[in-house]
């Protein structure tokens, strides 16, 4: 995974050269330097009549006293130059718009040439069904004739492919062709019976066209995109499937040798990680047949063989259950200007037989593959082309393959923890006479093999594992991953991280005992990156602490934690939701040990029913409220509807623990409780944010104390037309009645509208869909970001500067500027309006901020 890290740029002065401070140059020679509240005056009157006559310019210096030391002439120029400025920026949006434009069209081009191919394909397929189902009815009809002949045989029948002898070049030859032949009728042929991947539709901004197979032997799925990269590249990147399949643990080419056409024909043993602690792990050994088409396309194609292929470690392979990849493979075809065009096709028989029977739809299901395999493969190569191109802009003098160097040693030590394989030294404790978590071990000579081979870490102990799997019931697992992200007070010990932190720390005396540290409670997310569709986020936490004693006050006694966050789109339909997390020292070091910890939340099934969206973003308006008093402050009397889910997931949870020798058993000790209760916590926010009937269709209460939902937008609209009566504005424009059609209407308002509090430190209360998604966050942590937080130096002072007007008038107005997203992506506005939210008795309830025209930089 790489990360695109946003840069920062300083914001331009909405007026040009005539900002607050601004000069402007006069036909005169001499030049006029504007005050702030002069610039806002003019930029009020230009908003309504860009272009005054004569007689209004003159009206407005007699109605406005701060313009009275402004001559006309003056103010004539300052309109001239607004107006060039307003014609130059909308020219710089013309050119912009018509290069996207271009981009758009090369992508829809490619994209409907990969629509044609799929509806070609289509067609024979229907051809196809049409002949079987005519030789189907001429066959049952033959069948009633002829009622004595009892020995005929099935109509249709599955041929079974027998392996050649796998030890002379020449068989291996003719399978490898074979393969060729079965991998390209599933890529461009009828083979199988796909059909589109629900949630993923084609389009220019869309991965590509993703399908799953229907009614066929084992689970498939196949991608089809376009990628700016040349094929031999293409194929040199998808082959090292380590690197961006987060299931392989590893890959060991045995032999190869060459083949006809400058084709390379390989002997490959590959072992993947099981992604729960409730079954083994998967083994493949394959045959992977690389070669060059007539028409100039490159094609890796693999499947796997039978006979004994058991590994370098035969011991080792006991641990896995051999299962079967049907032909696969990549299929990249050069386009004309450049780029390539892909098809992958990955077919397995993942022997769903063999883990226990409530698991089995996770081995059973096309949607998960495509998610975590083929999806992730083309995702993976578009990633490499966009850094390649200069498109991904890093900081922080982090390279993006640095950043997705930290994101796979992360995952990779997760999958490790999960799995407890023999041969990296893991073996099993015995438990405390309860078996709700597992619990294993390693000597920290095999430590370094965990965190990072190229940085050994000397500890005198080793690690513990403590990991446990369990159902849940009705919850959305992008929804309570993004809860246990936002929420970490609500299920961690900080002291715990504080511990991990200090023992990874070389020649520390963390095992001695730790300082006396107190946390707030409080996390700041600082974020290092996100992977270009955003669909994994990669972040620094920084957990605040404040020494107890007086002596160690001097020193800093935050905990940084390196994170991982992906799976939080509630609609990518199979995606796997994780958080994992790592102490890491205060100064990031690219070689940095990570013993990761963490959660990964796999849904079993995936049906979903009408409301969804609503019900989730009026469900997380009080959620944090809803903990504190159980879930039944959640539950309506209406529970039982067709409005809830209907789906399951599995919980996997292992966290990591490093020990002396001398403290194991206590350490192992306090690592099951300590993980027990983080189970108990988990349980319960699962409970809190399960959906509860049609009874949250206009939304609880959007903290203790607040106004209903409803109430507040009747005043922020009522307020809204008071304090800006003079203009005669009205912020919903359209005739929306009453009852709950203004909260609909606010919430789905184009503009991004945030209220706050009137507290000392501003937070935000309350935010419609617009606000949610320009600052990219939820109802849920909305409630932790501070007003402060989301603007840039030169809005924080315009915000200020602005303030005792707004306290006093009702209203103010903030110029064009940036402001930053909870994810670190800077975000332009036209212009900022901000009024006072009253209440029934007048009382100023908070304040109300209206983002125009806001975009992401």
């Given at each position: ?23 402007q ?20 009157v ?106 005929c ?21 003719s399978?490898a ?13 009828t ?56 299931g ?26 099981a992604?729960?602690?409730?079954a ?40 896995f ?64 082309a ?60 095999n ?18 594992c ?170 309506g ?9 209907n789906?399951r ?76 009566y ?63 937080k ?68």
């Amino acid at each position: 995974m790489a990360m695109a890290l946003v840069p920062h740029r300083e914001r331009e002065s909405s007026s040009g050269s005539i900002g607050s401070m601004g000069k402007q140059h006069l036909d005169s020679g001499k030049y006029v330097r504007y005050t702030a509240e002069q610039v806002e005056a003019l930029e009020r009157v230009y908003a309504e009549c860009p272009k005054p006559s004569s007689m209004r310019r003159q009206q407005l210096i007699r109605e406005c006293p701060i313009l009275s030391n402004i001559e006309p002439k003056q103010i004539k120029v300052w309109f001239q130059n607004r107006r060039q400025e307003f014609s130059e920026m909308c020219r710089e949006k013309q050119r912009k718009e018509a290069s996207r434009l271009q981009t758009v069209n090369k992508k829809l081009t490619a994209m409907n040439k990969l629509l044609m191919e799929e509806n070609d394909r289509l067609q024979k397929q229907v051809s196809q069904l049409v002949y079987e189902n005519s030789y189907m009815r001429q066959q049952l009809q033959t069948a009633a004739a002829t009622t004595t002949d009892t020995s005929c045989e099935s109509v249709v029948t599955t041929p079974q492919h027998s392996l050649r002898d796998a030890n002379n070049p020449a068989g291996l030859l003719s399978i490898a062709e074979e393969t060729l032949a079965e991998f390209l009728s599933k890529a461009t042929g009828t083979a199988v019976n796909w059909v589109q991947m629900p949630g993923m539709k084609p389009g220019p901004d869309s991965v590509g066209i993703v399908a799953i197979s229907q009614n066929c032997s084992g689970v498939a799925s196949r991608a089809c995109g376009l990628v700016s990269l040349e094929p031999t590249k293409i194929a040199e990147i998808l082959k090292d499937r380590p690197s961006w399949f987060r299931g392989c643990r590893s890959l060991e080419v045995f032999t190869m040798f060459p083949a006809g056409n400058g084709g390379l024909i390989e002997l490959i043993y590959m072992q993947m990680y099981a992604p729960t602690t409730l079954a083994p792990a998967r083994d493949f050994w394959t045959l992977r047949y690389t070669t060059t088409l007539e028409d100039g396309s490159l094609v890796v194609c693999e499947r796997s063989l039978s006979g004994s292929g058991s590994g370098p470690n035969a011991s080792a392979a006991a641990q896995f259950v051999r299962a079967e990849m049907l032909p696969s493979g990549y299929l990249i075809r050069p386009c004309e200007g450049g780029g390539s065009i892909i098809h992958i096709v990955d077919h397995l028989d993942l022997e769903a037989w063999s883990v226990p029977e409530v698991l089995r739809p996770l081995y059973q299901s096309s949607k998960v593959l495509a998610q975590k395999m083929t999806v992730a493969a083309l995702r993976h190569v578009r990633q490499i082309a966009q850094e390649t191109s200069g498109e991904v802009v890093y900081g922080l003098g982090r390279q993006p393959a640095v950043l997705r160097n930290f994101s796979q040693r992360l995952n990779r030590g997760f999958n490790d923890a999960v799995n407890g394989f023999n041969d990296d030294g893991w073996s099993l404790m015995n438990n405390d006479g309860a078996e709700d978590v597992i619990v294993t071990v390693t000597s920290g000579k095999n430590l370094s093999t965990i965190t990072n081979p190229t940085n050994t870490l000397q500890l005198p102990g080793g690690v513990l594992c403590v990991k446990a799997s369990m159902l849940l019931q009705n919850v959305h697992p992008a929804l309570l991953v993004r809860f246990l992200r936002e929420h970490r007070s609500e299920w961690a010990d900080y002291n715990f991280d504080a511990y991990s932190a200090a023992s990874l720390k070389s020649g520390s005396y963390a095992f001695g005992g730790l300082r006396s540290t107190r946390f707030s409670g409080s996390q700041i997310i600082m974020p290092l990156g996100h992977t270009v569709e955003r669909e994994e986020l990669l972040e620094i936490i920084r957990l605040e602490g404040h020494a107890l004693t007086q002596e160690e006050a001097v020193l800093s006694r935050d905990i940084h934690l390196l994170q991982i966050c992906s799976g939080v789109d509630e609609n990518a339909v199979g995606a796997c939701s994780e958080l994992v997390f790592a102490p890491i020292d205060e100064m990031f070091p690219d070689d940095a040990p990570l013993l990761p910890s963490g959660f990964r939340i796999i849904p079993l099934d995936t049906r979903t029913c009408e409301g969804q969206d609503t019900l989730t973003a009026h469900r997380t308006l009080d959620l944090a409220s809803s903990l504190e008093v159980g879930p039944s402050m959640n539950r309506g009397a209406g529970d039982a509807t067709p409005n809830t889910y209907n789906m399951r997931s599995v919980l996997t949870i292992a966290f990591q623990f490093p020990f002396e020798n001398h403290l194991q058993d206590s350490i192992a000790a306090m690592a099951r409780q300590y993980v027990r209760n983080v189970i108990s916590s988990v349980q319960r926010v699962a409970m809190a944010i399960a959906p509860s009937g049609p009874g949250l269709h206009v939304g609880p209460k959007l903290s203790p104390g607040s106004p209903e939902a409803l109430t507040l937008a009747h005043w922020i609209c009522q307020s809204y037309r008071q304090v800006l009566y003079h203009l005669g504005a009205e912020l919903l424009r359209s005739n929306c009645g009453g009852g709950d059609s203004i909260l609909k209407l606010l919430w789905h308002h184009q503009d991004a509208i945030l209220c706050c509090s009137l507290k000392s430190l501003p937070v935000f209360t309350f935010a419609n869909q617009a606000g949610l998604d320009m600052l990219e966050t939820t109802l849920v942590a909305l409630q932790d970001i501070t007003l402060d937080k989301i603007f840039d130096e030169s809005g924080r002072k315009a915000l200020c500067s602005d303030f005792a007007k707004l306290m006093e008038q009702g209203s103010a107005y903030l110029p064009a500027g940036l402001c930053v997203s909870t994810m670190g992506r800077h975000v332009s506005y036209e212009q900022v309006i901000a009024w006072k939210v009253l209440a029934e008795d007048n009382t100023v309830h908070c304040l109300a901020f209206a983002f125009i025209n806001w975009s992401f930089v």
